[in-house]
């Protein structure tokens, strides 16, 4: 059965007017909490504004529940503890995370030695997380497979959300093409909700007037994560997998920024739109 284009619109609209009407006010929750940080400017603007994703998805959950068939139901309960629990330990990372020690190699390394920063500890949790979402989402068979896309997914957006806009037009981009994939497949409403949210918020990002912070690329890359789980085919996880392994593996060893400037192509997208 496919969910109607009118209830995916309806979801996204819905998600994008809580937005508008509730970020300023979270923003500003958090700039008199004292959580501000100095942006790749060095201005001082409020950190873990991401965690507004969550927020929207709660309240949208509530009036779209009535509109969405019923057997979404354990399936959309799925992608809210998803998009919610990565968020909460991007929080973590925000608010007490240092600095010292950076990279999954890095924090990892750290951990097997015997001390734990925040980015091992979510690290640890994400991986968790990914496991008990893999097993309760397909084939025995595919559990690695379907854990690895999902907590590669989280660090994935994670990864790129050092400059303004770079991490959401990454989440838009992969977004589109995941959307393609699942057309006619009822899980996109999911999709669809977020994506509202986002691009309610995606103008402060891009504008460097606010970070998400790992709350809010956490929370992208957990949806990106879930979706490419529950919608693509095994060859196309097999080979979404193998570009996200070479991710890693490339940004390990080369700074990102370093190489989307050395791309004219790369380049011009990553300053699009944004304040120079």
Same mark, same amino acid.
Request: no cysteine; proline share 3%; charged share 15%.
């Given at each position: 059965?496919?969910?109607? &284009?009118?209830?995916?619109?309806?979801?996204?609209?819905?998600?994008?007017?809580?937005?508008?009407?509730?970020?300023?006010?979270?923003?500003?929750?958090?700039?008199?909490?004292?959580?501000?940080?100095?942006?790749?400017?060095?201005n001082l603007i409020p950190v873990g504004s991401g965690i507004i994703?969550?927020?929207?998805?709660?309240?949208?959950?509530?009036?779209?529940?009535?509109?969405?068939?019923?057997?979404?139901?354990?399936?959309?309960?799925?992608?809210?503890?998803?998009?919610?629990?990565?968020?909460?330990?991007?929080?973590?990372?925000?608010?007490?995370?240092?600095?010292?020690?950076?990279?999954?190699?890095?924090?990892?390394?750290?951990?097997? !030695?015997?001390?734990?920063?925040?980015?091992?500890?979510?690290?640890?949790?994400?991986?968790?997380?990914?496991?008990?979402?893999?097993?309760?989402?397909?084939?025995?068979?595919?559990?690695?497979?379907?854990?690895?896309?999902?907590?590669?997914?989280?660090?994935?957006?994670? &990864?790129?959300? *050092?400059?303004?806009?770079?991490?959401?037009?990454?989440?838009?981009?992969?977004?589109? *093409?995941?959307?393609?994939?699942?057309?006619?497949?009822?899980?996109?409403?999911?999709?669809?909700?977020?994506?509202?949210?986002?691009?309610?918020?995606?103008?402060?990002?891009? !504008?460097?007037?606010?970070?998400?912070?790992?709350?809010?690329?956490?929370?992208?890359?957990?949806?990106?994560?879930?979706?490419?789980?529950?919608?693509?085919?095994?060859?196309?996880?097999?080979?979404?997998?193998?570009?996200?392994?070479?991710?890693?593996?490339?940004?390990? !060893?080369?700074? &990102?920024?370093?190489?989307?400037?050395?791309?004219?192509?790369?380049?011009?997208?990553?300053?699009?739109?944004?304040?120079?």
């Amino acid at each position: 059965m496919r969910t109607p &284009l009118i209830i995916h619109i309806i979801s996204f609209l819905l998600s994008f007017v809580i937005t508008m009407t509730i970020q300023n006010m979270v923003m500003g929750m958090i700039t008199r909490a004292e959580f501000v940080r100095p942006n790749f400017k060095q201005n001082l603007i409020p950190v873990g504004s991401g965690i507004i994703f969550p927020t929207t998805l709660v309240v949208a959950y509530i009036p779209l529940f009535l509109l969405w068939p019923q057997h979404l139901s354990e399936k959309a309960f799925i992608f809210i503890f998803v998009v919610t629990f990565a968020a909460l330990l991007g929080i973590l990372d925000d608010f007490w995370g240092s600095k010292e020690t950076s990279g999954l190699k890095g924090h990892l390394g750290v951990l097997f !030695k015997g001390r734990l920063t925040t980015g091992g500890f979510k690290a640890v949790w994400g991986g968790i997380l990914a496991l008990l979402v893999a097993v309760v989402s397909g084939e025995l068979i595919m559990i690695p497979v379907n854990a690895l896309l999902l907590a590669l997914s989280i660090n994935a957006i994670n &990864l790129l959300d *050092l400059r303004p806009g770079r991490a959401g037009k990454a989440f838009i981009f992969s977004a589109v *093409l995941l959307a393609a994939a699942g057309i006619g497949r009822q899980e996109t409403v999911f999709l669809a909700v977020l994506t509202g949210s986002f691009l309610a918020f995606f103008p402060l990002d891009l !504008k460097a007037k606010t970070m998400m912070g790992d709350a809010g690329s956490n929370a992208l890359g957990g949806a990106l994560g879930i979706m490419s789980v529950w919608l693509l085919s095994m060859e196309a996880k097999f080979a979404v997998l193998l570009f996200l392994v070479a991710f890693h593996l490339i940004t390990e !060893k080369v700074s &990102l920024t370093k190489i989307i400037e050395k791309n004219s192509f790369l380049n011009f997208l990553d300053k699009l739109g944004r304040e120079r």
